[in-house]
């Protein structure tokens, strides 16, 4: 193999994607990486798994595009492996792969009355006012009182914007179909749950300073949801950023009754667990039991349940990934099979050769940017041991990107690359700028797949 460049695809161009074929690309070995992602856009959960009025995601996205941008990284977006390619056709084509698609669904969660048609999983509400091609335009905010299960970001994300008012998101590059929604919706409390202390919520500060700075809403922590034990000392005493959640939220917990006059609420709520979710047909109240702190910072029921009326109920309870048809899964635990990123045929089981998986369906989905850069880094060092050891090669001559471009062609299928991905960006930002605003997403896959390979779509030529 020394007279051609080893090739290898990623599959799934978010900041794990990304980052793996970054640091493949600088490992001093002569490689043609060529990463497949199933959107037209890149980005991942950066683009659709971020809430749009965080602005400093943009700061990653920035890293991002500059890697994609050098060229020495193939894109090929709108192809889904297992569809539009099987994977055994890309492993027949490449003499490694790299699984990189990440969590993009939501946790199991099994209670009675959780499949009440007013249950939802946040990460399908997060795709919907982010704009995410394959989900519904339309959203049902419908409910006055709502429940966010879960005390991660994520559940911030989903109670802020729910409280939030909408010419607040103006600024945003939040769609159309997302501004009218949200201008419809009669929200007056979010009331938001976790099952532990406030020195366990997993919170970060910056995050939770954010509530306070809302317009026309209100925070409200109640002291009877205030305990610590010995766990929650050691908790605080370990981390800063544990005892800076904790102080703000004692801060909420002392304001006067008479300063709080906002037209919406945010309710956190601590030391309570949901048993059940109450309602004929539709969701009409939760019923949540009291916990109490066992000394390590774990907790066990009490028996006193309180049932608060809601309408609506959001599930922030983690992600989970989804399997690519072909490849090695535990269904379980929601990963790819492997021991420090060399995919294994099952869990404990033989090394797959040429087969590697980082980020979320990696290690299931815990931990920010920098575990995803540490991440790769690992399963990239395994990559290239493997080379150095003679051990990648494709199953047949016909290796790379040309000739997985003839099947793709063959197929009719309308992949897009960087330089379509640079055209829909420029559309998204013209849309901004017509609005004052930085950009305004496109959110129907069809014409975002138009604009990106300039074909004519709707009557209209891109």
Do not use: C
């Amino acid at each position: 193999m020394a007279d051609r460049p080893l090739h290898v695809a990623v599959i799934g161009a978010g900041p794990a994607g990304i980052y793996a074929s970054d640091i493949l690309s600088k490992s001093g070995i002569d490689v043609q990486i060529d990463l497949y992602e199933k959107l037209p856009a890149p980005y991942g959960l950066v683009r659709y798994g971020v809430a749009p009025d965080h602005p400093r995601i943009k700061a990653i996205i920035n890293a991002l595009y500059n890697v994609l941008q050098r060229g020495d990284i193939r894109l090929v977006g709108n192809v889904e492996i297992g569809k539009d390619l099987t994977f055994d056709e890309l492993h027949e084509h490449y003499d490694a792969i790299i699984l990189a698609t990440g969590a993009d669904k939501d946790a199991p969660f099994d209670i009675p009355g959780a499949d009440l048609p007013e249950v939802y999983g946040a990460a399908d509400f997060v795709y919907w006012y982010d704009g995410h091609p394959d989900y519904p335009r339309t959203w049902p905010l419908e409910a006055e009182q709502v429940a966010v299960l879960g005390v991660g970001n994520v559940a911030l994300d989903v109670a802020r914007m729910l409280a939030k008012h909408p010419e607040d998101l103006m600024s945003t590059e939040i769609p159309k179909n997302v501004e009218e929604g949200f201008r419809s919706s009669p929200i007056t409390d979010v009331h938001v749950f976790g099952r532990r202390g406030p020195a366990q919520v997993k919170f970060t500060p910056m995050e939770l300073r954010e509530l306070g700075q809302l317009n026309d809403v209100d925070i409200i922590v109640y002291p009877e949801d205030f305990d610590y034990d010995e766990g929650s000392e050691q908790d605080m005493e370990a981390s800063k950023m544990t005892r800076q959640v904790v102080e703000q939220l004692t801060e909420w917990v002392f304001q006067e009754e008479e300063d709080l006059t906002a037209s919406r609420r945010i309710h956190i709520h601590m030391l309570q667990a949901p048993v059940e979710i109450l309602g004929d047909g539709k969701v009409e109240a939760i019923r949540m039991e009291r916990t109490a702190l066992q000394g390590d910072g774990s907790v066990k029921g009490t028996g006193e349940f309180v049932d608060y009326p809601v309408q609506a109920v959001y599930r922030a309870v983690g992600y989970f990934s989804s399997p690519i048809p072909g490849a090695p899964f535990d269904d379980v635990n929601g990963i790819v099979p492997n021991v420090e990123g060399r995919v294994t045929a099952e869990l404990g089981g033989e090394v797959v050769p040429g087969m590697y998986a980082t980020g979320w369906i990696k290690r299931g989905p815990v931990g920010l940017i920098g575990s995803t850069k540490s991440d790769a880094q690992e399963t990239v060092g395994h990559l290239v041991e493997d080379y150095e050891a003679g051990l990648l090669h494709a199953t047949t001559d016909a290796v790379g990107w040309e000739e997985t471009k003839a099947v793709l062609d063959e197929r009719g299928v309308r992949y897009t690359t960087w330089r379509g991905w640079q055209l829909l960006e420029e559309f998204e930002m013209a849309l901004g700028a017509a609005e004052g605003r930085a950009r305004i997403k496109v959110v129907e896959r069809e014409t975002m797949t138009a604009i990106s390979r300039g074909e004519e779509h709707d009557g209209k030529l891109y």
